[in-house]
């Protein structure tokens, strides 16, 4: 794990180190299940197509670290906006914290519970995006407690 790591913020040369772990560990599973006349050549292409995967799941990570952050600090950008603009509206901090943890569990556990299984479909986006508006909600919540 800790080279999965070292590789989401470092270059492609640990991402093939990755992959070529993640091939063996697929090429064992083959064998396992009986399969062992796989032809060389389709042998080297299932290893090139892992490389293309992991370098692709690891960009795709770290856009989503990225954005994950930046909505999360444009949360407690709004709760101290709000805070600042002095709106009238008045929660206690055990209310809002209780408004956030709410909105904490239950993107957590919904998304557990209605897991997608990528994002081809209309209903697996919208999964998606309701998802990261319950965690923006939460950390606005977490956030609006503490002014």
Same mark, same amino acid.
């Given at each position: ?19 070529e ?30 490389? %293309?995967? /992991?370098?692709?799941? !690891?960009? #795709?990570?770290?856009k ?8 999360? *600090?444009? +949360? ?8 600042w603009?002095?709106l ?7 209310t ?23 994002? %081809?479909? /209309?209903?697996?986006? !919208?999964? #998606? ?8 909600i939460?950390?606005? *919540?977490? +956030?609006?407690?503490?002014?």
């Amino acid at each position: 794990m800790v080279r999965a790591l070292l590789a989401l913020f470092s270059g492609s040369r640990l991402a093939d180190g990755l992959a070529e772990v993640d091939h063996q560990s697929n090429m064992q599973e083959l064998a396992r299940d009986g399969v062992t006349d796989v032809p060389p050549k389709r042998i080297d292409e299932m290893r090139q197509e892992m490389r %293309r995967s /992991t370098r692709d799941s !690891l960009s #795709r990570l770290r856009k989503n670290l990225v954005l994950s952050g930046i909505s999360i *600090l444009s +949360a407690i950008a709004a709760a101290a906006a709000v805070r600042w603009v002095n709106l009238g509206m008045h929660f206690s901090g055990r209310t809002l914290a209780i408004g956030s943890m709410f909105c904490f569990a239950w993107a957590t556990l919904g998304r557990l519970g209605w897991r997608s299984w990528g994002e %081809r479909t /209309t209903i697996e986006r !919208l999964d #998606r995006v309701v998802f990261h508006i319950l965690y923006w909600i939460g950390a606005y *919540l977490g +956030a609006a407690a503490f002014y």
